[in-house]
């Protein structure tokens, strides 16, 4: 097998062992991608047990499910610089044996520190995934073929996220609610070790086309140039605090909403919870995937567009799933909103590597993440705030109008990529 030096002073092979290896890799680190997302999003699906057992306030129980997000947030941009400079390999498969030691330990919880304590190392551990994994991909998959790429790994979202909540309630039905912590771990540990012998390292930019990556790691100040030298990086990022606001009062409050409003079972609540929006979108990225790596061939901004569009067409969706009364409307709303939930999450990080060198790619996910989850963190917290304190009248009410809300983030979202597509992507991407 073909190596070479890399960085770090580790042999690193190139992503040209075989034609079909480059497929292998997103095949494997789906998995590793489902373990992440199944061990953040198993406490939604048992969130309300959790309150039953502690006598936790909505209001609380924000903090726990938000202690997760501020770490998450707080660490990603180190673990973006780290991954620029060390094996991804090696904080991937790490990273998850980590994360998954601390999901067990969440089984293990009797206290309301403890919980937020366990929830914010599960952050820390989590953190290092997905700035490693993106740049990682970046080197096996050029732009003819990243949104695909990323696009399939992002379906692992999803899986986690429907899997993760509706086994973490089922489970708590039947066994109590700390026993999926327990499986989820232990099954995270057990992939981290497996994958060590199949998952390699690629050569940093190995597939872009033109002079060959310095040898020596990249300064903070050069990464930060990389990174924040376009305003269409910028906006990218704001849209994507925006996007993931949205996202992840979905992804920790749902459950509760159903069950409160609706009167769902807490399993059913667990399940439908994930399963309409997160399996749409499931089935709508591949097509996001591939309408950007056919628009990016033609249009400087492509990947934004199809972003655009998801934003755009999923703002009504939103706003309805917040305001209907009914069942079978509600229900509809969700799934239409996942539809176009893929369509933007296909591509989050792929337009941003539009605009940014393959040897800032690690810190650029890590700042993203960071961005993004500062978003997701406070709108979880504001969201359990609010439900306790808002002015209409119940908690129920409350927590409506702010999930109707995120409608308007998605419609200003929109706005500023259409800023992109139309305006500053041609100029942005020639300079990267």
Not at 319 to 337: C, D, H
């Amino acid at each position: 097998m073909e190596t070479e030096l890399s960085r770090s002073g580790t042999t690193a092979s190139k992503p040209s062992v075989s034609p079909s290896y480059k497929w292998w890799v997103v095949f494997m680190l789906w998995f590793v991608c489902f373990f992440n997302y199944a061990d953040r999003q198993a406490l939604s699906g048992v969130a309300p047990k959790i309150q039953e057992e502690f006598g936790f306030a909505h209001e609380r129980m924000g903090t726990v499910g938000s202690a997760f997000m501020w770490v998450y947030a707080a660490t990603a941009p180190l673990a973006g610089f780290i991954g620029d400079r060390f094996r991804r390999k090696d904080l991937i498969l790490g990273g998850c044996f980590f994360w998954s030691l601390v999901t067990v330990a969440m089984g293990w919880c009797r206290q309301f520190w403890q919980l937020v304590t366990v929830r914010a190392l599960q952050g820390l551990g989590e953190a290092f995934y997905f700035p490693a994994s993106m740049s990682l991909l970046s080197d096996y998959h050029s732009g003819q073929t990243r949104s695909r790429a990323m696009s399939f790994h992002q379906s692992g979202v999803y899986a986690g996220t429907i899997l993760g909540s509706w086994l973490g309630a089922w489970f708590a039905v039947r066994y109590g609610w700390r026993s999926g912590f327990y499986i989820f771990g232990g099954l995270g540990m057990v992939l981290a070790v497996f994958l060590w012998l199949f998952l390699r390292e690629p050569r940093r930019g190995a597939t872009e086309v033109g002079p060959a990556e310095p040898a020596a790691s990249p300064s903070l100040g050069v990464i930060l140039r990389d990174v924040f030298h376009t305003p269409t990086a910028w906006i990218l990022m704001l849209v994507f605090a925006g996007a993931n606001a949205v996202a992840a009062v979905f992804l920790f409050w749902t459950p509760t909403f159903l069950i409160e409003k609706f009167h769902f079972k807490l399993t059913t609540a667990g399940l439908s919870g994930a399963v309409f929006i997160h399996l749409a979108s499931a089935f709508s990225v591949p097509v996001g995937g591939w309408l950007a790596d056919r628009f990016s061939q033609r249009w400087a901004g492509g990947r934004a567009l199809v972003q655009m569009l998801g934003l755009g067409l999923g703002a009504s969706f939103v706003m309805l799933v917040g305001s209907t009364a009914q069942v079978g409307i509600l229900l509809a709303a969700m799934t239409l909103f996942g539809l176009c939930k893929g369509l933007y999450d296909a591509n989050i990080f792929a337009t941003v590597y539009d605009v940014v060198p393959a040897r800032s790619r690690a810190s650029a996910a890590g700042i993203m993440n960071t961005v993004g989850w500062l978003g997701g963190a406070l709108a979880t917290k504001l969201t359990g705030s609010y439900a306790d304190r808002g002015p209409y009248g119940s908690a129920v009410a409350n927590m409506s109008h702010a999930i109707t809300f995120g409608g308007v983030i998605y419609l200003v979202g929109a706005l500023l990529l259409a800023l992109v597509v139309f305006k500053l992507a041609a100029r942005d991407v020639r300079r990267a």
